[in-house]
C-alpha cells in the first residue's frame, strides 16, 4: 500500500475513532439512551443515499446550466449524511445550508471541471470505450452512474434505446429521437455524409 493509501486508512479509521467518542459521548450525557442515536444515524444514512440518487439524476441538466458545483457540494453532504456518525451527519446537514452550499460551490465547480476533462480526455484517446471514444463510448459505459439506459439520461430523445448510444460511421443516417417514439410527429433524419472539396 503507498503511502497515500495508508495516510486514508489512518484518516478513516481516526473518522471512525472519533464517531464512535462522540457517539457515547451524546448516548450517556445528552440522550441517556444508546438506541435513539443508533436510528438517527441510520435514518440519516437513509436519507443520504436518496439525496446522492437524486443529485446524480440531476447532474446532467445541471452542467447545461452551470449549477454542477453546487450539485457537488449536495453530494458531498449526503455521502457525509450515509457515513455512520454523528459527527459526519453534522457537518454534511452543513453543507446543505443554503449560505454554506453557495460558499462551496466555486470549489464544487472546480472539481467538477477537472474530472470532466479528465474523464473526456481518457475517452477520446479511446481508453474509456476503445477506439473511437466519444460520446458513443459514454453510452456503452451504461451513462451517468445511476442512470437508465446509455446515452444522456434526462434529456428528451437521447436515451438510446436498449442503452445503447448509436455508432454512426461517417456515411449513415440516423434518426432522432427513434422512429416511433413521438405519436404524430415524423423524426428528423441528419445525414452524416462527410462533405467533399
Given at each position: 500500500?503507498?503511502?497515500?493509501?495508508?495516510?486514508?486508512?489512518?484518516?478513516?479509521?481516526?473518522?471512525?475513532?472519533?464517531?464512535?467518542?462522540?457517539?457515547?459521548?451524546?448516548?450517556?450525557?445528552?440522550?441517556?439512551?444508546?438506541?435513539?442515536?443508533?436510528?438517527?444515524?441510520?435514518?440519516?444514512?437513509?436519507?443520504?443515499?436518496?439525496?446522492?440518487?437524486?443529485?446524480?439524476?440531476?447532474?446532467?441538466?445541471?452542467?447545461?446550466?452551470?449549477?454542477?458545483?453546487?450539485?457537488?457540494?449536495?453530494?458531498?453532504?449526503?455521502?457525509?449524511?450515509?457515513?455512520?456518525?454523528?459527527?459526519?451527519?453534522?457537518?454534511?446537514?452543513?453543507?446543505?445550508?443554503?449560505?454554506?452550499?453557495?460558499?462551496?460551490?466555486?470549489?464544487?465547480?472546480?472539481?467538477?471541471?477537472?474530472?470532466?476533462?479528465?474523464?473526456?480526455?481518457?475517452?477520446?484517446?479511446?481508453?474509456?470505450g476503445g477506439a473511437g471514444g466519444g460520446f458513443a463510448a459514454f453510452g456503452q459505459l451504461g451513462g451517468f452512474p445511476g442512470a437508465k439506459g446509455g446515452g444522456f439520461p434526462g434529456f428528451p430523445g437521447f436515451p438510446a434505446p436498449g442503452g445503447q448510444a448509436p455508432r454512426?460511421?461517417?456515411?449513415?443516417?440516423?434518426?432522432?429521437?427513434?422512429?416511433?417514439?413521438?405519436?404524430?410527429?415524423?423524426?428528423?433524419?441528419?445525414?452524416?455524409?462527410?462533405?467533399?472539396?
Amino acid at each position: 500500500m503507498g503511502k497515500i493509501g495508508c495516510a486514508a486508512a489512518v484518516v478513516l479509521l481516526g473518522m471512525l475513532g472519533l464517531e464512535v467518542w462522540v457517539y457515547l459521548l451524546v448516548s450517556r450525557l445528552v440522550v441517556h439512551d444508546y438506541f435513539v442515536p443508533l436510528v438517527v444515524i441510520g435514518v440519516m444514512s437513509i436519507i443520504g443515499v436518496a439525496m446522492i440518487r437524486r443529485t446524480i439524476a440531476q447532474i446532467p441538466m445541471a452542467l447545461l446550466g452551470g449549477g454542477g458545483g453546487r450539485l457537488m457540494v449536495r453530494m458531498m453532504a449526503g455521502a457525509l449524511l450515509v457515513f455512520p456518525g454523528l459527527l459526519t451527519d453534522a457537518l454534511g446537514l452543513l453543507l446543505l445550508l443554503p449560505g454554506v452550499n453557495r460558499l462551496f460551490s466555486t470549489l464544487g465547480n472546480k472539481i467538477l471541471a477537472a474530472v470532466i476533462k479528465r474523464s473526456m480526455a481518457a475517452m477520446m484517446k479511446g481508453g474509456a470505450g476503445g477506439a473511437g471514444g466519444g460520446f458513443a463510448a459514454f453510452g456503452q459505459l451504461g451513462g451517468f452512474p445511476g442512470a437508465k439506459g446509455g446515452g444522456f439520461p434526462g434529456f428528451p430523445g437521447f436515451p438510446a434505446p436498449g442503452g445503447q448510444a448509436p455508432r454512426l460511421s461517417p456515411d449513415d443516417q440516423a434518426s432522432f429521437p427513434p422512429k416511433g417514439r413521438i405519436p404524430g410527429k415524423p423524426p428528423k433524419t441528419y445525414d452524416t455524409t462527410a462533405e467533399r472539396e
